[in-house]
């Protein structure tokens, strides 16, 4: 023998960024900016091109992601404006033994 059984609740709808998403995007584009300067200028000092690429990477990833997370707390706070409340229905099968 089945029963089903109804329920209704309101819901709120929203979108969110993924975070990790927008972090891991900003420090990729930090790598990429650092690579663009170490061969950018010509090498005058003591250091080597690793070791200006590593100093420029550890800059560059830090500023990266930072912008990536303001970029994407600037998204959660346009797209919570667009909140929309409806109702859920919730349904189940009861199956009880014979």
Known sequence: ???MSQS???VVIRRSPRFLR???LGVIFGIVVAL????AFPN???FTSA???GFLVLICGVVGAT????FALLL???WSKRTVVTTAEHEVENTLPE
Do not use: Y
């Open 51 to 53: 070791q200006i690429f």
């Open 36 to 39: 663009i300067l170490t061969f």
């Open 67 to 70: 912008l990536g997370l303001i």
């Open 8 to 10: 209704e609740q309101e």
């Open 44 to 46: 005058t000092s003591q």
């Open 1 to 3: 023998m089945v029963s």
């Open 22 to 24: 927008f972090f891991i």
């Open 76 to 78: 959660d706070r346009i």
